[in-house]
């Protein structure tokens, strides 16, 4: 009996198809968090409803991502030390006319840009603003998985970031924002080989039980930030005795120790710890430390 014939399939070891096919569920989860936290974070710093809208998390060539980058992309470097390599983020400038806008009671309408313009103080204060809740959320939401350091380093062009290896392979996390009817997007490109060490982690199927509902975590989170908390601290003290209690008459005067220090509390737990002195004619209290620092 002959055996069939067979022919030798090409295979590209610098740039191999696996890589292209592969889920990064633990990924996804991260950036769906990072999404939620970012918006928080917008949302409380400028006073304006941002809410997450849901990215997608895909690996891609780095040719092809440089290709849908908006022509008027901001791009920035970005280390997770201890990770090797760099990352990159890429905010379009529209995203930061967008918020300047509604910030200031626009209607928030997103603009097309065609190329690359000079952003304004305002701008320039919004966008540091943005890579803030950025790094902040990046490195919260990073944390169950490995501890990283977010570190924003130089501003790259498209050209320049199309000059990266033309077999690179990234993956390509898109977080997405709802600002009234408007949406914005802002992407992070993770080099493979940046993620390489963690893959057995990252590429982990999912569980019901390790899913999370993120709109509801936003939600809750929101409303315990707007809880009222009654805050009680001792300004002054002294000791007296039955007898000069009872000896008391209208007009006498109780000396009272200074007090530089006084510890805060809500329902009787300890919170924080303030200075007290004076402030425009007032009694006020300047914060000093947290409670479960001392």
């Given amino acids: 009996m002959n055996a069939p014939n067979k022919t030798a399939e090409a295979y590209d070891f ?9 889920r990064w569920p633990i990924l996804e989860q991260i950036h769906q968090h990072v999404e939620v936290f970012i918006a928080e974070r917008l949302s409380d710093r400028l006073k304006i409803v941002v809410t997450s809208a849901g990215g997608e998390v895909k690996p891609m060539k780095i040719l092809d991502s440089v290709e849908t980058t908006g022509p008027a992309a901001l791009i920035y470097e970005l280390s997770l030390q201890p990770l090797s390599g760099l990352a990159w983020v890429c905010l379009d400038t529209s995203v930061v006319s967008v918020l300047v806008d509604k910030y200031f009671g626009g209607t928030g309408i997103v603009p097309t840009v065609e190329a690359p313009r000079k952003l304004s103080p305002t701008e320039l204060r919004l966008k540091d603003y943005i890579c803030d809740a950025v790094k902040a959320s990046l490195d919260e939401a990073w944390l169950p998985i490995r501890q990283v350091t977010p570190v924003f380093g130089s501003q790259v062009s498209r050209s320049q970031l199309a000059r990266q290896e033309e077999a690179m392979v990234v993956i390509e996390a898109q977080m997405k924002f709802n600002i009234g009817e408007e949406e914005i997007s802002i992407v992070t490109l993770y080099p493979s080989t940046m993620l390489e060490p963690l893959a057995d982690v990252l590429q982990k199927e999912l569980s019901a039980s390790e899913s999370t509902d993120n709109q509801f975590s ?30 008391l008459k209208t007009g006498d005067f109780i000396p009272l120790r200074d007090i530089e220090n006084v510890s805060f509390k809500a329902n009787h737990i300890p919170l924080f710890n303030a200075q007290i002195g004076i402030s425009n004619g007032r009694v006020s209290a300047s914060f000093n430390r947290w409670h479960s620092e001392t």
């Fill in 14 to 22: 610098v740039h191999p198809d696996h890589k292209l096919g592969a």
């Fill in 218 to 247: 936003s939600a809750m989170r929101r409303e315990l930030m707007n809880c009222d908390v009654e805050l009680r601290g001792v300004m002054a003290e002294t000791r007296m005795t039955i007898e000069k209690v009872l000896a």
